[in-house]
């Protein structure tokens, strides 16, 4: 008790705060993610998420050597095809928009593991992650997502990126039965090596804004609610992970971060065993950009204790559009 306890005793030296610092954040906590998009030598800025844009494969090659340098280890990538359709069948053709990036990548810096997102919102001329059916089901009147006809389509998708070189793949559309679908399909088609990184507990977020923008693959009607998650709900989290990991999930995901703190919390502690990523995503990315450009918080500062409080939280690794500063100031500070 006070006074012969006294915390601050801790605190008085920097040496001795880094020595008892509990939680460390590092480069190779990262994972940049990245849009590709069809053609060739353009790069098309995203506004509202200031360094980023969209690249042509042929500028990948610069861009992903220069992510190795900074001692990221991994990027996941997001295709912008050039043509659209009602299953988006652009997504699994063989010279498709990921397939040609994952070979770029691999042969520029063959140290970066290749993650890709695996789902169809950019590659449908709808904008929906899956196949359309017209059951109206709760919602007279109304299209929505085709689960299990959607399965099948995801396989080839995950196999075609497979083929291509992916490392890993990551399926973000909260199809239900998609882990066991996809580690099926994988291990028939001789992948028995690529893990499956599940986005397993996403909600249905207003904080993909700036994504969409980025992807180009804003719903054309409706919104993802009838699959994405309830931002209200938690326990349901602890069921979406369950079922992904009985379902043969190699690592999870909670997307979004920043708001979903207790979400991370809670499933690190109901599966302390298995590898957990967080997606710190456009919106928590654009609103620090945007307040640092009016002067109303340090990016540097503000950035790094973000990132820190999702690791504190529980995540072992971080999905973050900050990757390449973060990389750059914790460089500085080493
Ligand atoms: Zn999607």
Redesign the pocket.
């Known amino acids: 008790m006070f006074p012969q306890t006294r915390l601050r005793r801790l605190r008085n030296h920097p040496r001795l705060r880094d020595m008892v610092r509990e939680t460390h954040l590092a480069p190779d906590d990262f994972i940049l993610p990245l849009f590709v998009r069809a053609g060739k030598g353009t790069r098309i800025p995203i506004s509202s998420m200031p360094g980023h844009a969209q690249m042509t494969v042929d500028l990948l090659a610069a861009e992903a050597r220069e992510i190795a340098s900074l001692g990221i280890p991994s990027v996941i990538l997001f295709g912008i095809p050039d043509t659209k359709d009602a299953t988006g069948s652009s997504s699994w053709q063989k010279d498709g928009v990921v397939q040609q990036a994952i070979q770029t990548i691999r042969e520029a810096a063959p140290e970066l593991l290749v993650i890709t ?1 695996v ?4 590659f449908t001329d709808h904008g ?3 196949v359309l059916h017209d059951h109206p089901g709760a919602n007279p009147g109304s299209l929505d997502v085709d689960n299990d006809a959607t399965l099948p389509n995801l396989v080839k998708q995950a196999v075609s990126h497979a083929r291509a070189g992916a490392h890993m793949i990551a399926p ?2 909260m199809m239900d039965g998609m882990i066991q679908a996809l580690r099926t399909g994988l291990d028939e088609a001789g992948f028995v090596h690529i893990p499956i990184m599940s986005y397993a507990a996403k909600y249905a977020s207003a904080f993909y804004g700036p994504f969409r923008e980025a992807a180009e ?1 804003t719903p054309q009607f409706g919104d ?1 609610r009838t699959y994405q998650m309830d931002p209200a709900n938690g326990a349901e989290a602890l069921r979406e992970v369950a079922l992904d990991v009985a379902e043969g999930a190699d690592l999870l995901m909670v997307k979004p971060a920043l708001s979903y703190l207790d979400i991370i919390r809670r499933v690190k502690q109901a599966h302390p065993e298995i590898p957990l990523a967080a997606y710190n995503v456009s919106g928590e990315f654009a609103m620090v950009k945007a307040a640092a450009a009016n002067g109303w918080v340090d990016e540097r500062r503000i950035s790094l204790e973000i990132l820190t409080s999702i690791k504190r939280a529980g995540a072992d690794l971080i999905l973050t559009y900050h990757a390449k500063e973060a990389a750059r100031w914790l460089a500085e500070e080493a």
């Open positions: 997102d789902c169809f919102c950019e929906h992650c899956g973000s559309g693959s993802r």
